[in-house]
C-alpha cells in the first residue's frame, strides 16, 4: 500500500468514527411535539414566534404555541385525520404551517409539504402518492391547483385556506378555513379537556412524523420519511456543532417543504427553545432581516450569491472615496478571513476593527446580519470565493452538508476550524465515511426511514445499514471536500475526469450570471448555456445607456454577450486548462420552473436543459 493509500484510508477511519456518539446524551428523549409541550409547561410566557403582518410583528409564546397546536389537532380529528393519516400543507412560510405540522404530530399523522411554487399536475403527484386526507392552502392560487386536478385526488376530503377571501364558487363542504378548524378543535377540548392526554400517551419517537418529498430532479420526486428519532438525531448534530440556545432568534423564508428549513425553523428551536419569526412574504426578507437582526441565519447558495451580487453591484455605482475604502478593507482583511478569530494576532484586529467601522458595519447592517453569531450555507454546493467574501465581512459564514434523507446536516466546518471549500467534519452522532468510489456514505440515528411506498428505491440507498448519498467527496486532513454529484461527473474525450459543478460555480462568481450549464461528457472541451442575472446585467445596461425592453433583447445585446465572456476568461484563469469552458451560449429565456427547466428549489434539471436545449447543444459542438 502506498504512503498516500494509508494516509487517505487513515484519514476515512478518523472522519468515520469522529461523532459517533449516541445522540441521545445530548437532548432529552422527546420527539419536537413533547419539547413544546414541555417548554409550554416550564416557560409559557417566553415568545416562541413573531408573525409579521400589515407590518407589524405579532408575537405567540410557548403556551399559546402548544394551545393552538392542540386545537388544530382537535380539529383534524373532527374532520376525520386519524393517528397514521396525512395532511398536506401548501403555503410560504407562516405561523399556520407549524400550527398544523405540531398539530398532527400531536394527533400521531403526518405532515407533507408541498411547495407552493409547484404547477398543479406536481401538486397532485405529490398529494397522490402521499395519500393526503386533507390538504391546508394558503390562498385561492394554491386551492384552484387542487381543485383543477380534483379526478386524481379521490381520497382529498377536505381544502383548508388559511386566507379567507375568494373562497365563494367551490363545491359546497369542500373548502373551510384554518379559524373554523381551530374553532372546531376548541369546542371538542372544551368537551373534552384530557383528550390531549390520552391522545399524547401513544405518542413515540419512532412515529413517522414527515414525508418530505425530494426535489425529483432526475425523476418523480420520492417521499422520505422521517420520524420524530430522526428528527430529534439531526436537531441534536446542530445544536452541538454550533451551540445554538434559548435567545438565539431566526428568520424562517427557505420553504418548509425542504429539510433544510425545518432544521432551522422547528427541529433546533424546539429543542432550544429559541424564538423563530415569520416575515411577510418572500418579497420583503431583505427588510425582514434588518428588523429582525437574527443570530442565526440559513441561506442557500443563491441568497449568499444574490447578496455578494448586490453588494458588488452598488460599488460599481459607489463614489470614489467609498470605492477606495471597500477596496482597502477588504485588501487588509481578506488574508485572514479564513483564520479563527481566538487566533487572530493585535495588528489584524486592529486591522479589522479599522475596516468594521469604516465599511464592514455599514453593509453587515445593509443585509440584516449584525447579530448574526453563526451563518449556513447548504443544500447546494457554493464558490469557496463567496464564502470568503462573507467571512472577510465579519459574517460567521459555515458550510454544511445534508439531504433529505439524513434529516439535515450531518457534516458542518466548525466555526473555529473553517477550511474554505469543504464541508468540514461529521456532526455529533452519525458516523460519515468515503465508500472505495469516493462517494460519501452515512450510518446512524438521523438517517431516514426509507422511502414512502418505495421498498426498491430505499434498498438501493440503504445498504448494509449505511445511507449511499450519491455526492463524490475527496478528504481534507479530516475535512470532506465534496467534488460532485456521483452520476454527474463528465469524461471528456481524451478521458479527463471533470466536475460540472467546479467550473459552473467559477463562471457563477460573476455576479451578472445566474446560472451556468456545462457539458462536456464524451466531448473535447467543455461548452456552456448561460443564464444572465436580470437585476444585475439591466442595472450594468441602464448605467452603460444599453436600451432594452426584456431579458430576452438584453441577453442578446453585444455589449452583454463581450460582458459574458469576459466573465467566462476570469472563471477559466482560476480553473485547470481541461476545465476552461471555450464555447458558450446565452439563453434567450430563463430557466423556468414550470417549464420543467428547474425543481420547485431551483435544481437545474440536466436532463431537461439537454434535452430542450439540444440544437444549441449542438451548435456549441459543431465542427468539434
Same mark, same amino acid.
Given at each position: 500500500?502506498?504512503?498516500?493509500?494509508?494516509?487517505?484510508?487513515?484519514?476515512?477511519?478518523?472522519?468515520?468514527?469522529?461523532? +459517533?456518539?449516541?445522540?441521545?446524551?445530548?437532548?432529552?428523549?422527546? /420527539?419536537?411535539?413533547?419539547?413544546?409541550?414541555?417548554?409550554? @409547561?416550564?416557560?409559557?410566557?417566553?415568545?416562541?414566534?413573531?408573525?409579521?403582518?400589515?407590518?407589524?410583528?405579532?408575537?405567540?409564546?410557548?403556551?399559546?404555541?402548544?394551545?393552538?397546536?392542540?386545537?388544530?389537532?382537535?380539529?383534524?380529528?373532527? #374532520?376525520?385525520?386519524?393517528?397514521?393519516?396525512?395532511?398536506?400543507?401548501? /403555503?410560504?412560510?407562516?405561523?399556520?404551517?407549524?400550527?398544523?405540522?405540531?398539530?398532527?404530530? $400531536?394527533?400521531?399523522?403526518?405532515?407533507?409539504?408541498?411547495?407552493?411554487?409547484?404547477?398543479?399536475?406536481?401538486?397532485?403527484?405529490?398529494?397522490?402518492?402521499?395519500?393526503?386526507?386533507?390538504?391546508?392552502?394558503?390562498?385561492?392560487?394554491?386551492?384552484?391547483?387542487?381543485?383543477?386536478?380534483?379526478?386524481?385526488?379521490? *381520497?382529498?376530503?377536505?381544502?383548508?385556506?388559511?386566507? !379567507?377571501?375568494?373562497?365563494?364558487?367551490?363545491?359546497?363542504?369542500?373548502?373551510?378555513?384554518?379559524?373554523?378548524?381551530?374553532? #372546531?378543535?376548541?369546542?371538542?377540548?372544551?368537551?373534552?379537556?384530557?383528550?390531549?392526554?390520552?391522545?399524547?400517551?401513544?405518542?413515540?419517537?419512532?412515529?413517522?412524523?414527515?414525508? %418530505?418529498?425530494?426535489?425529483?430532479?432526475?425523476?418523480?420526486?420520492?417521499?422520505?420519511?422521517?420520524?420524530?428519532?430522526?428528527?430529534?438525531?439531526?436537531?441534536?448534530?446542530?445544536?452541538?456543532?454550533?451551540?445554538?440556545?434559548?435567545?438565539?432568534?431566526?428568520?424562517?423564508?427557505?420553504?418548509?417543504?425542504?429539510?433544510?428549513?425545518?432544521?432551522? =425553523?422547528?427541529?433546533?428551536?424546539?429543542? @432550544?427553545?429559541?424564538?423563530?419569526? &415569520?416575515?411577510?412574504?418572500?418579497? @420583503?426578507?431583505?427588510?425582514?432581516?434588518?428588523?429582525?437582526?437574527?443570530? /442565526?441565519?440559513?441561506?442557500?447558495?443563491?441568497?449568499?450569491?444574490?447578496?455578494?451580487?448586490?453588494?458588488?453591484?452598488?460599488?460599481?455605482?459607489?463614489?470614489?472615496?467609498?470605492?477606495?475604502?471597500?477596496?482597502?478593507?477588504?485588501?487588509?482583511?481578506?488574508? &485572514?478571513?479564513? *483564520?479563527?478569530?481566538?487566533?487572530?494576532?493585535?495588528?489584524?484586529?486592529?486591522? &479589522?476593527?479599522?475596516?468594521?467601522?469604516?465599511?464592514?458595519?455599514?453593509?453587515? !447592517?445593509?443585509?440584516?446580519?449584525?447579530?448574526?453569531?453563526?451563518?449556513? @450555507?447548504?443544500?447546494?454546493?457554493?464558490?469557496?470565493? $463567496?464564502?470568503?467574501? &462573507?467571512?472577510?465581512?465579519?459574517?460567521?459564514?459555515?458550510?454544511?452538508?445534508?439531504?433529505?434523507?439524513?434529516?439535515?446536516?450531518?457534516?458542518?466546518?466548525?466555526?473555529?476550524?473553517?477550511?474554505?471549500?469543504?464541508?468540514?467534519?461529521?456532526?455529533?452522532?452519525?458516523?460519515?465515511? #468515503?465508500?472505495?468510489?469516493?462517494?460519501?456514505?452515512?450510518?446512524?440515528?438521523?438517517?431516514?426511514?426509507?422511502?414512502?411506498? !418505495?421498498?426498491?428505491?430505499?434498498?438501493? =440507498? %440503504?445498504?448494509?445499514?449505511?445511507?449511499?448519498?450519491?455526492?463524490?467527496?475527496?478528504?481534507?486532513?479530516?475535512?470532506?471536500?465534496?467534488?460532485?454529484?456521483?452520476?454527474?461527473?463528465?469524461?471528456?474525450?481524451?478521458?479527463?475526469?471533470?466536475?460540472?459543478?467546479?467550473?459552473?460555480?467559477?463562471?457563477?462568481?460573476?455576479?451578472? %450570471?445566474?446560472?451556468?450549464? $456545462?457539458?462536456?461528457?464524451?466531448? *473535447?472541451?467543455?461548452?456552456? #448555456?448561460?443564464?444572465?442575472?436580470?437585476?444585475?446585467?439591466?442595472?450594468?445596461?441602464?448605467?452603460?445607456? %444599453?436600451?432594452?425592453?426584456?431579458?430576452? !433583447?438584453? /441577453?442578446?445585446?453585444?455589449?452583454?454577450?463581450?460582458?459574458?465572456?469576459?466573465?467566462?476568461? *476570469?472563471?477559466?484563469?482560476?480553473?485547470?486548462?481541461?476545465?476552461?469552458?471555450?464555447?458558450?451560449?446565452?439563453?434567450?429565456?430563463?430557466?423556468?420552473?414550470?417549464?420543467?427547466?428547474?425543481?420547485?428549489?431551483?435544481?437545474?434539471?440536466?436532463?431537461?436543459?439537454?434535452?430542450?436545449?439540444?440544437? +444549441?447543444?449542438?451548435?456549441?459542438?459543431?465542427?468539434?
Amino acid at each position: 500500500m502506498t504512503a498516500t493509500v494509508l494516509k487517505l484510508d487513515m484519514a476515512r477511519e478518523a472522519a468515520g468514527s469522529a461523532a +459517533a456518539a449516541d445522540p441521545a446524551a445530548a437532548l432529552p428523549p422527546l /420527539s419536537v411535539v413533547e419539547m413544546l409541550k414541555k417548554h409550554a @409547561t416550564e416557560r409559557g410566557s417566553d415568545i416562541a414566534i413573531r408573525q409579521k403582518r400589515f407590518g407589524i410583528w405579532q408575537p405567540t409564546t410557548f403556551a399559546e404555541y402548544w394551545q393552538r397546536s392542540c386545537h388544530v389537532a382537535l380539529g383534524f380529528r373532527e #374532520l376525520g385525520l386519524a393517528r397514521g393519516g396525512h395532511v398536506g400543507v401548501i /403555503s410560504e412560510n407562516r405561523i399556520e404551517w407549524v400550527l398544523s405540522q405540531m398539530g398532527a404530530g $400531536v394527533l400521531g399523522a403526518v405532515t407533507v409539504g408541498v411547495y407552493p411554487t409547484s404547477p398543479s399536475n406536481e401538486v397532485a403527484y405529490v398529494l397522490d402518492h402521499a395519500d393526503c386526507t386533507i390538504v391546508v392552502c394558503e390562498d385561492q392560487e394554491q386551492i384552484d391547483k387542487v381543485v383543477e386536478a380534483r379526478a386524481d385526488l379521490p *381520497k382529498i376530503v377536505k381544502i383548508i385556506a388559511l386566507e !379567507n377571501r375568494g373562497l365563494a364558487g367551490y363545491e359546497p363542504g369542500l373548502v373551510m378555513t384554518f379559524d373554523e378548524v381551530e374553532a #372546531l378543535g376548541r369546542a371538542a377540548y372544551e368537551k373534552e379537556p384530557g383528550v390531549i392526554e390520552t391522545l399524547m400517551r401513544d405518542h413515540s419517537l419512532s412515529d413517522i412524523a414527515l414525508l %418530505i418529498y425530494t426535489s425529483g430532479s432526475t425523476g418523480k420526486p420520492k417521499g422520505a420519511m422521517l420520524s420524530f428519532r430522526n428528527i430529534r438525531a439531526g436537531a441534536n448534530g446542530l445544536i452541538e456543532r454550533y451551540g445554538i440556545g434559548a435567545g438565539w432568534s431566526t428568520l424562517s423564508y427557505l420553504p418548509l417543504c425542504h429539510v433544510a428549513e425545518q432544521a432551522t =425553523t422547528i427541529f433546533g428551536p424546539l429543542y @432550544t427553545g429559541s424564538q423563530v419569526n &415569520f416575515g411577510e412574504s418572500l418579497r @420583503t426578507v431583505q427588510e425582514d432581516l434588518r428588523e429582525v437582526a437574527p443570530t /442565526s441565519f440559513l441561506g442557500v447558495p443563491r441568497i449568499w450569491e444574490k447578496m455578494h451580487s448586490g453588494i458588488r453591484v452598488k460599488m460599481y455605482e459607489a463614489r470614489p472615496v467609498q470605492k477606495w475604502l471597500y477596496k482597502t478593507a477588504f485588501g487588509l482583511c481578506a488574508p &485572514f478571513a479564513d *483564520k479563527p478569530r481566538s487566533q487572530w494576532s493585535l495588528a489584524e484586529r486592529v486591522k &479589522f476593527g479599522f475596516a468594521y467601522l469604516t465599511v464592514f458595519r455599514a453593509l453587515n !447592517n445593509a443585509i440584516g446580519l449584525t447579530r448574526c453569531r453563526i451563518a449556513f @450555507t447548504g443544500a447546494a454546493p457554493i464558490s469557496p470565493e $463567496v464564502i470568503r467574501f &462573507f467571512r472577510t465581512l465579519g459574517v460567521p459564514l459555515v458550510e454544511i452538508y445534508g439531504m433529505t434523507e439524513t434529516s439535515g446536516g450531518i457534516l458542518g466546518q466548525k466555526v473555529e476550524d473553517v477550511v474554505v471549500g469543504t464541508v468540514g467534519q461529521p456532526m455529533n452522532g452519525t458516523q460519515v465515511r #468515503l465508500a472505495e468510489d469516493g462517494e460519501i456514505i452515512a450510518k446512524g440515528a438521523a438517517i431516514f426511514e426509507g422511502y414512502y411506498k !418505495n421498498e426498491e428505491a430505499t434498498r438501493a =440507498t %440503504i445498504v448494509d445499514g449505511w445511507l449511499h448519498t450519491g455526492d463524490v467527496a475527496e478528504m481534507n486532513g479530516p475535512h470532506f471536500k465534496i467534488v460532485d454529484r456521483k452520476k454527474d461527473i463528465m469524461i471528456t474525450a481524451g478521458g479527463k475526469n471533470l466536475s460540472p459543478t467546479e467550473i459552473e460555480h467559477a463562471v457563477k462568481m460573476s455576479p451578472f %450570471i445566474k446560472e451556468c450549464i $456545462v457539458f462536456g461528457d464524451r466531448q *473535447k472541451y467543455v461548452a456552456a #448555456l448561460i443564464q444572465i442575472d436580470m437585476d444585475t446585467v439591466g442595472k450594468w445596461a441602464e448605467m452603460k445607456g %444599453i436600451a432594452f425592453t426584456n431579458y430576452k !433583447n438584453l /441577453s442578446q445585446a453585444p455589449q452583454v454577450v463581450a460582458l459574458v465572456q469576459e466573465a467566462v476568461d *476570469k472563471a477559466n484563469e482560476t480553473l485547470a486548462q481541461v476545465s476552461n469552458i471555450r464555447r458558450f451560449e446565452i439563453l434567450d429565456k430563463e430557466l423556468d420552473h414550470d417549464d420543467g427547466e428547474v425543481t420547485a428549489t431551483m435544481k437545474v434539471r440536466r436532463k431537461a436543459i439537454e434535452a430542450k436545449y439540444a440544437d +444549441a447543444i449542438k451548435r456549441l459542438y459543431s465542427g468539434a
